[in-house]
Nanobody
């Protein structure tokens, strides 16, 4: 069973920074992609950033230039560095990992960490 544990959320003023961490219970080499999603109150979960096993990163337009996704294989951890935070970045941030085996894609999710940006 794969476990993803997020940390690093909190309350920050607009313009501030936070770094989220997602620690995996197994070697992150085993995942085809990992990423971060967020869900604001009353809204659907949306993609924030992803990174593939070959290092290709993808970002939502709303966070480009402000957020950076990275990974540390030695620590089996994926990070999301969030700078210049805005109130609209508020939400629960979820770590995601995907493993593709043949034609089967299996997603894994963390429990989420709350990010609140005050104006």
């Amino acid at each position: 069973q794969v476990q993803l544990v997020e940390s690093g959320g909190g309350l920050v003023q607009a313009g501030g920074s936070l770094r989220l961490s997602c620690a995996a219970s197994r070697d992150i080499f085993s995942f085809n992609a990992m990423g971060w999603y967020r869900q604001a109150p009353g809204k659907q979960r949306e993609l924030v950033a992803t990174i593939t096993s070959v290092g290709s990163a993808n970002y939502a337009d709303s966070v480009k230039g402000r957020f950076t996704i990275s990974r540390d294989y030695a620590k089996n951890t994926v990070y999301l560095q969030m700078n210049s935070l805005k109130p609209e970045d508020t939400g629960v941030y979820y770590c995601n990992a995907v493993r593709l085996s043949g034609a089967t894609m299996t997603p894994y999710w963390g429990q989420g960490t709350q990010v609140t940006v005050s104006s």
